[in-house]
């Protein structure tokens, strides 16, 4: 039986219009003015607009723990936004930790590596897997890097040393939108921008990326590259693809608390011994780490909580709600998701030693603001409605850490909450 008093519930009609308001902001594409303006980004010096969106309090690293390139004392780790417009660049620079990019909505961004050995590499990052594209990428520590539009460039030579540019590209309908974490924290004091001078001597057969991303105005390329590359997303995005097939492409595996995951980056460079870190670090670790994580319709991440700060990358599916009880038994829900009008954000973290889980938030029906009834939706097919997002942990996460929640405790701390506790903390 439900009560009749639940008048801070969402209604069906209600979801059912915060459905039809997504729809709408996905087909009214925002422009780069409107991202700017809804998250309050700020330009960057190099190039782009920037938002810092977490810079974890709970660990500081000191120059003293860390290898030589690190300049300054640190945080554990940092997260920003990051929006590009056609026509700018991320210019050629290295920094000594690795940089994991999230692709969260407009077009792919190129992101173009020189290492040492004068290889280049070039990776999309976007949503069209079916051709390549991947939603998370991380560049490894001490290596050359810079990033552009990938609508950008129209065709290019394979060893880089030619590349025809597009031109009258409006940089408020064509951009990226995306998320940068670090670990160990960004700090300005250790960016290194590229000369090039130094780089052409690196790679002297790419010096056609290398004048580009160096201070080089970004151009734009033939309308017809363009064309080819927007259909296809068009395509890709209307031809839905199955949690199955996202599952298969990417190679995710069952993961023990639900869903579906897959460890994408453990960073090898900095490794934190049990001694240096707080007292709930069971193991030594490595200083960061990521996976993809694919959750379907009816199932859940189940209520837990780890030491360290959890960050939630938004990339394709359906938003989903991350529910966070704390220690004074206050509950928290926070959408991850596309939809920035409605108050759903593309990145959020978990701060460390919080009890969370999560679920997709059109799994819930309705609840009340205390959390102490909720309503199911049902008949949902997994294989249609799924969440796939991307985690960045650091310190690294272990399953050593990992303490799964029991109803009884999470009841005595938050009690009005129970509803949805049963629901985070299976019986079972």
């Not at 996905?26 to 607009?49: I, Y």
């Not at 961004?109 to 998370?136: A, I, S, Y």
């Not at 799924?386 to 399953?399: I, L």
């Amino acid at each position: 039986m439900i009560p009749k008093n639940l008048d801070r519930r969402r209604s069906r009609r209600e979801r059912e219009r915060g459905e039809e308001s997504m729809a709408a902001t996905s087909s009214e594409k925002k422009t780069a003015a409107e991202v700017v303006a809804m998250l309050d980004l700020q330009r960057h010096p190099d190039g782009g607009f920037i938002l810092e969106t977490f810079r974890d309090p709970s660990i500081s690293l000191p120059k003293s723990a860390l290898p030589p390139r690190y300049k300054v004392d640190r945080a554990v780790s940092n997260a920003i936004y990051f929006l590009l417009p056609a026509g700018e660049i991320v210019q050629l620079h290295r920094i000594p930790c690795a940089e994991t990019w999230h692709y969260y909505m407009g077009e792919p961004l190129t992101v173009f590596e020189v290492h040492d050995d004068g290889q280049f590499k070039m990776t999309v990052v976007g949503p069209d897997l079916r051709h390549g594209q991947k939603p998370q990428y991380t560049v490894p520590p001490n290596v050359w890097f810079g990033a552009f539009l990938t609508c950008d460039i129209e065709s290019f030579t394979e060893d880089g040393s030619v590349f025809v540019k597009t031109p009258g590209r409006d940089s408020q309908l064509h951009y990226s939108f995306v998320g940068v974490t670090c670990a160990p924290a960004f700090q300005i004091e250790d960016d290194e921008m590229a000369t090039r001078e130094s780089m052409k001597a690196l790679a002297p057969k790419a010096e056609a990326f290398i004048n580009y991303l160096n201070l080089e105005a970004a151009g734009s390329l033939g309308q017809k590259a363009e064309q080819r590359r927007e259909e296809s997303m068009a395509a890709t995005s209307a031809e839905k693809k199955t949690a199955a097939e996202i599952v298969a492409m990417l190679d995710l595996q069952r993961h023990p608390d639900g869903g579906f995951y897959l460890e994408t980056f453990r960073d090898p460079s900095i490794s934190l011994p049990k001694s240096a870190l707080p007292p709930r670090y069971k193991v030594d670790r490595s200083v960061s780490s990521a996976i993809y994580f694919l959750l379907p319709a009816g199932e859940i991440a189940k209520l837990h909580r780890i030491p360290c700060a959890e960050t939630w990358h938004y990339y394709m599916g359906e938003p989903l709600t991350v529910f966070e009880v704390h220690d004074d038994g206050q509950i928290k829900m926070t959408v991850v998701g596309p939809d920035l009008r409605h108050g759903q954000r593309p990145q959020y973290t978990v701060p460390p030693n919080v009890w969370f889980g999560a679920f997709l938030t059109r799994d819930v029906e309705s609840f009340t603001e205390d959390g102490s009834v909720f309503v199911k939706t049902p008949g949902r097919d997994s294989e249609l409605h799924y969440s796939f997002v991307g985690v960045t942990c650091a310190p690294a996460f272990q399953f050593e850490d990992n303490e799964m929640a029991t109803r009884e405790t999470m009841k005595t701390l938050a009690p009005k909450a129970e509803a949805f506790i049963n629901y985070l903390v299976p019986s079972d």
